[in-house]
């Protein structure tokens, strides 16, 4: 029977309150016990491994509808213009299908606001031919001032979004109160997704159902934007995303390019794709804005934190939104007394868009900075002080975690960080070696409204449907596991369907990490309920009671011992299936669902040269059951590798003058490359969260890139006595950063560790 | 587009057009409309390859030479530190010297000093790639390694017109010729003529471990009691120090001083190895 029931919906820290339908088993079902199964928590290879690598999966960018035109679009060359768009030039040739302007499409902006906005957009034939075709668009552009400068922004009060005020405790009174103040501005870059595959999309009429073939991360959530701004009923918009090649969270929406293949698809006819090229990429597709943070921190001499202030900037940009800075600052530890403010500063530069942990990734590096050096005046052991600061309880909001095993994690870090004194020995000449850590938090419990359907038939394969998207993350092969798990059967008789809004049941957003929270359970339920079917059945078969019966590696077994290949029951079915359906339960109520760990990195600091070389990270998490440890393990090196590069070389640049995008190429834009990549060690403790769902695991898409920063700009303190507070560590920074604590010796203040 | 494929010099002759050989610079400077051209042509045939003791054909790959064990240690590392194997593998010796700089506001068409215009872009706004020596009209910084290698081993270029130092194949960009090179139009590189030092070496300041162009290049060559310093990314070509005190009169902008610090760590390095 359908269940209405009223629960709390958390994304990325966003909490509302929502109705939810619920149908099936999720919570009937007990959990499995802890430790690896027979097929959950094994490892297991992509099922699409083979189909991705030989270039057989068809991704958007590879889908030829017949008649397909080509979108190219023109954009805005200055941060801040006013733009009268002609057309008549370009609708006069015969090439030119389709060209739209500022009123004919709501994205296409008459006072474009920043590098890259879209003015307008053609279509013709090849993508050649739509390139040459917006030579003959005629703009008269008249150039406005761009605002460029954070700080004068916030002055002006120029915001995307409202400030955030926060605070609880006293926080003067225990500042006045402290046995020690710390504080420090700490400055983040902006930094670009770059996912393989750029932002695309096909988009087609058939009748009048609109067809929207993209990369993204979230199909259901592109349907209902697409329905709303079209004004169409949901039903007549159909989604379709097979294979997507990364988003890390710049593809939860349907995007700019979106928006003009429907209105070009609409004024031609035709079907026609508009794909990003890596340039357009870099300038309009989102990025992780920069951070300005002023952060103080008021300890007792036994390190007891009793204050912590923030005060953040978030160069947000034109649009997007005022992300959660100040996230771990408020959450991560025990601090009774905390007051943060976040500013969302509007300005003419690209918008910002969801980027892996957003906030908390700036965030945890200046806290956890600030942490060290703490530390550093207590002459307190870092790890022991963040031991003697562990929240056992919400402080936010008062509620107990569902789970948390951050304490274990800080012992299995140790280890690690018991290795510093042999790293520090291995220091030689210019080369200073040190190992830092940084704590993590983050969400990652995902919750409804998700569902699945699990089909067997006479085969004696079951298939996963569910109109979910794989991010890239391995979720068709994570899906399949929990599914064969419960239904008994080997990993290779189960495949996952995914993909399209027509073919499945309503599936979450791959973003928050909440892709195998949400949807596992589902999943699960549904092979439950398919799995109960069979056992009907095969109780009738056999002559057996129900409740003696279960499924168990390809074998129907009773209590008393006997068993039957499934294919005996199966085998019944001739063309009938069984078909199974699973929704995803609210999670637990009065909790508070979280992801935590620790990253222990080793660092090489050439002191003459500012070279940084990271030579380990070992990244403990608690992300609840792991099922696939293969993807997991996978999930940890990207995260890792990602944050590497957001500390060392990655840095979105603008003139200063024009605010104009200068890093649109990946030459420009610093990447890191496998010669970048030190040696990682993956630890998940792969303990069940009991409170949450029929499978008790979190999301760990985000935590590992969360400390990573913070961790590596630690070790680099750890080695040189250098402070580091701002991102990338370039060698410019890394050298003044070396400079300054050499001057700070020379005046004789105390050494940094 | 018209592609030539001469097989020999005389076959070349008076040809117009630009020459292509591993095209890694020239393709996407073509695709990004910073070069434009009726006629390419391949000159692949035409410019010897192969490397024959000092003597290395313009056309001999990247990879090739950062593996001769013949060719100096400079110019082996030089090859070794630039671009990926891939790039390495289809990019020639000839093109590198004349590649173009990576400055983001050349590459993006800023009407800037180096495209003709009268102000350089990178001076007043973002400049920390950019150069410290030679840097008055135009900051850019050359990106050759090898070429960096190839000035402090003393290297001479034989084209099809004539023979010149490779320190003469350079000049900074002025007002009345915006050109970094002085090849006539249609000259062709054909081949290097490399001496062989006592001792030589390349060093490089990257922002990442492989795969980008050098932040500071320091190249080092002794020939008997003389060391010749080359440096690569300081200035908008390959620049030759005269002596290490040099690098007290750099002109660096505010964004490039740390460039300065980089290079002293970095000659003295070189020196160091060659002592």
């Not at chain 1, 959530?221 to 997507?244: A, E, F, K, T, W």
């Not at chain 2, 973002?126 to 020596?133: G, K, L, Q, T, V």
Request: proline share 6%.
């Amino acid at each position: 029977m359908a269940r209405l029931i009223r629960t709390e919906k958390e994304v990325e820290g966003k909490y509302t309150e929502q109705w939810v339908v619920v149908e099936g088993e999720d919570e009937a079902l007990d959990q499995w016990p802890q430790g690896p199964r027979a097929v959950v928590g094994t490892p297991a290879r992509r099922q699409d491994g083979l189909q991705r690598a030989r270039g057989e999966a068809e991704y958007t960018a590879d889908l030829q509808l017949p008649g397909t035109l080509h979108a190219a679009v023109l954009r805005s060359p200055y941060a801040h213009a006013r733009a009268k768009v002609d057309l008549t030039r370009a609708r006069a040739t015969g090439w030119v299908r389709g060209a739209i302007g500022p009123g004919d499409c709501h994205v296409l902006q008459e006072e474009p606001s920043f590098h890259g906005a879209p003015v307008a957009a053609v279509a013709a034939d090849s993508l050649r031919e739509a390139r040459a075709g917006l030579e003959l668009i005629d703009v008269e552009w008249e150039e406005l001032e761009p605002l460029l400068d954070p700080e004068e922004a916030v002055k002006r009060e120029s915001f995307v979004d409202d400030t955030r005020h926060y605070s609880r405790g006293d926080v003067e009174a225990a500042f006045a109160e402290a046995d020690v103040v710390v504080e420090g501005e700490f400055r983040t870059q902006v930094v670009l997704h770059n996912a393989l595959e750029t932002h695309q999309a096909v988009c087609r009429w058939e009748g009048e159902t609109l067809e929207v073939y993209i990369s993204t991360q979230f199909i259901w959530g592109v349907r209902d934007s697409i329905s709303s701004q079209l004004g169409l009923p949901p039903d007549r918009v159909r989604v379709v995303c097979n294979y997507m090649g990364g988003g890390f969270g710049a593809k939860n929406s349907p995007g700019d390019h979106t928006y003009i293949a429907i209105a070009l698809a609409s004024q031609t006819g035709h079907p026609v794709h508009c794909a990003l090229t890596r340039r357009e990429e870099n300038l309009a597709a989102g990025n992780r804005n920069a951070t300005s943070q002023r952060l103080r921190a008021g300890a007792r001499s036994d390190g007891t934190l009793v204050a912590l202030e923030g005060e953040y900037v978030n160069a947000i940009g034109w649009a997007g939104f005022n992300g959660p800075t100040y996230g771990p600052i408020e959450m991560l530890y025990a601090c009774e007394n905390v007051r943060t403010v976040t500013y969302g500063a509007k300005l003419n530069l690209p918008p910002n868009a969801a980027f892996r942990a957003p906030g908390f990734v700036e965030g945890t590096f200046g806290l956890e900075c600030l942490l060290d050096e703490l530390a550093g005046r207590l002459e307190l052991d870092p790890l022991e002080l963040r031991r003697r600061n562990y929240a056992d309880k919400d402080l936010v909001d008062d509620r107990p975690f569902s789970s948390k095993n951050l304490l274990e994690c800080y012992d299995r870090a140790e280890p690690h960080w018991a290795r510093r004194d042999e790293v520090r020995a291995r220091s030689e000449g210019p080369w200073q070696r040190g190992v830092g850590l940084a704590s993590q938090i983050w969400y990652g419990g995902g919750g409804p409204p998700s569902y699945a359907w699990v089909r067997v038939g006479s085969d004696t394969r079951a298939t996963v449907i569910t109109a979910m998207q794989d991010i890239g993350t391995g979720t068709r092969t994570a899906m399949a596991q929990i599914a064969a798990e419960e239904l008994g059967l080997p990993l290779e008789r189960v495949r996952c369907e995914l993909g399209d809004s027509a073919r499945g049941p309503y599936a979450s957003i791959s973003a928050g990490s909440s892709t195998t929270p949400s949807m596992g359970p589902a999943v699960r339920a549904a092979a439950a309920d398919a799995a109960r079917q069979l056992l009907e059945i095969a109780a009738q078969r056999f002559h057996l009671e129900e409740r003696v019966l279960s499924l168990r590696g390809g074998q129907i077994v009773s209590a008393d011992g006997g068993s039957w290949p499934l294919e005996e029951i199966t085998g019944l079915l001739e063309d009938a299936q069984i078909l199974g359906k699973g929704a995803r339960g609210p999670n637990p109520a009065g909790m508070r669902v979280l992801t935590f760990g620790i990253q222990v990195a080793e660092v090489a600091v050439d002191v003459e040269t500012g070279e940084v070389v990271v030579e380990r990270i070992a990244a403990i998490h608690d992300v609840g059951r792991v099922i696939n440890p293969l993807g997991a393990r996978s999930q940890v090196e990207g995260g890792i590798i990602q944050g590497i590069g957001h500390t060392l070389s990655e840095a979105r640049l603008v003139d200063p003058v024009s605010g104009k995008v200068l890093t649109q190429t990946l030459d420009a834009y610093k990447l890191p490359t496998i010669a970048d990549v030190p040696e990682i060690v993956t630890d998940l403790l792969d303990i069940p969260d009991e409170h949450l769902t029929n499978l008790g695991s979190k999301g760990l898409g985000e935590p590992p890139i969360v400390p990573t920063a913070a961790a590596i700009v630690n070790a680099i303190r750890d080695a040189t006595g250098a402070e580091v507070h701002e991102l990338p560590v370039s060698r410019e920074a890394m050298l003044r950063a070396l400079a300054e604590a050499r001057e700070r010796e020379k005046r004789g203040a105390p050494a940094a560790v | 587009m018209e592609l030539r494929q001469p097989s020999s010099l005389a076959e070349l002759d008076g040809a117009d057009g630009l020459a292509l050989a591993g095209g890694t610079d020239l393709v996407p400077l073509l695709r990004d409309g910073l070069v434009e051209a009726e006629t390419l042509v391949d000159v692949r045939a035409v410019v010897p390859r192969g490397i024959d003791g000092g003597t290395i054909g313009a056309g001999t790959t990247l990879a090739e030479l950062e593996v001769d064990p013949e060719s100096p240690q400079a110019l082996r590392e030089a090859c070794a530190l630039a671009a990926s194997p891939q790039l390495r593998s289809m990019g020639t010796i000839g093109g590198n010297l004349l590649q173009a700089t990576r400055c983001w506001y050349w590459r993006l068409k800023y009407p800037c000093f180096l495209h003709g215009g009268s102000t350089c872009h990178a001076r007043q706004g973002a400049h920390r790639e950019h150069a410290i020596f030679g840097n008055e009209h135009c900051a850019s910084a050359h990106p050759s390694d090898p070429a960096a290698a190839l000035l402090s081993l003393g290297t001479t270029l034989r084209t099809d017109r004539r023979e010149l130092p490779l320190a003469d194949l350079y000049r900074l960009p002025t007002e009345d010729d915006r050109d970094v090179t002085a090849l006539e139009p249609g000259e062709l590189i054909l081949e290097l003529e490399v001496p062989k030092p006592e001792a030589s070496t390349y060093l490089k300041a990257m922002d990442r471990t492989r795969f980008t162009f050098a932040l500071v290049g320091v190249a080092a060559a002794r020939f008997g009691s003389e060391t010749k310093i080359a440096l690569a990314g300081v200035a908008p070509i390959p620049w030759l120090l005269e002596s290490a005190d040099d690098l007290d009169r750099a002109t660096p902008l505010p964004g490039t001083a740390y460039k300065v610090d980089l290079a002293r760590a970095l000659v003295r390095r070189a020196l160091d190895a060659l002592a």
